[in-house]
């Protein structure tokens, strides 16, 4: 910028320029201002410094990844969370209710094998809550044998809110295809007593059976029959009005219904004997304790009662109870013919010394006998 150039434009900040010379000055300012115009345009269009294709594409390839990792994170994050709350409100939907829906399963369980199996009543079903609404209920199958209860398999049923998945058994060992059955009194004959194989049998062994009777009797009446033999009345079978009219067997019973020579307790029935509260500054515990009532032995109304009871109980949730089975109990239909006819008994599952089960040979009540189970000595 010129000297001479410095002074107009100082005296045309001024204002002392007038006149020609003030137009020259303000028509060379113009000239100026559309030099500047021109290189201003010219630097915004200068073209960006350019990056080589393998960074470009390592860029590229970065930001995949990156994109990717933060959207499994975000899933595995979302995963947790609803893990934990469908654990949560699982835990919050099984305990609900009194009695609370772990228990009413649980007796689904124990009642139905209870009065299906001559052995049901050995031992109780425990529970586990799983993830994502689920609750897996178990329990060992057991029988006794003589003085002896064996495990010979397991039971295993998932629950899905209130839906009861198809019940699995695994059994120890090789399973009998030959199950023994009771045979209906004049009805049924399937010829097939084992007292031969009783007699084959040395001393020190115990056996398990299946005893059918010639004609029906009062519970009382059996278990006199029993009391002063050196076995163990395990099962009574009873006769509910379709085991006689079952045409698909003519009268064998492979699927009795049945209670146990001990009363079926109920979690209401259990008497409270104890209670301790141990009070602290933030909560404190509680503990009580439970016994069943005082049964005496051949109190035959307090086993009709329980049994009917437990009948009762399995009519309210009968699709699981015959999901568990593969039968249909009919439960309904059974319970009008036993309130109505009362309870009577076509056999009866014991257990003893082989020698001393071989001496209801003799006895002209039994029908027939076939043994279920064989072991060493254990009768003590």
Known sequence: MSEDFKKKLLAYEKGELQGEELEAFEKEMEKLEYYQEMLEGKEDQQPLPTINEKKQKRIITKGKWKARFQTALTVFGLFILFTIVSTALTLVYYSWGKPDRVDVYRGILDYTLTITE??????????????????????????????????????????????????????????????????????????????????????????????????????????????????????????????????????????????????????????LTSSEEDKRWFGGTKSESYQSPVYNEGDQDMLHEQFMKTLYFLKDHEKKANRLVFLDLQLEDRITYLEENGIKHYGAVITGPTKEVLNLQDESWVAELEVDEVAFWNWE
């Open 118 to 271: 001559p052995y049901g009543y050995l031992g109780g079903t425990s529970t586990n809550s799983t993830a994502f609404f689920g609750l897996e209920a178990s329990r060992d199958i057991r029988k006794r044998v003589g003085n002896e209860t064996i495990k010979v398999g397991e039971l295993t049923v998932d629950f899905r809110f209130s839906l009861m998945g198809f019940p699995e058994r695994e059994y120890i060992g090789q399973e009998s295809e030959d199950r023994p059955a009771f045979s209906y009194p004049n009805i049924g004959h399937r010829n097939m007593s084992d007292w031969e194989q009783l007699e084959n049998l040395p001393e020190g062994t115990v056996v398990s059976a299946y005893v059918s009777f010639n004609d029906l009797m009062e519970t009382r009446e059996v278990e006199s029959l029993f009391s002063n033999r050196e076995m163990f009345l395990e099962w009574l079978a009873v006769d509910t009005g379709i085991e006689e009219t079952d045409e698909k067997y003519g009268g064998i019973i492979f699927d009795p219904i049945g209670f146990p020579s001990t009363p079926i307790w109920h979690d209401d029935d259990m008497i």
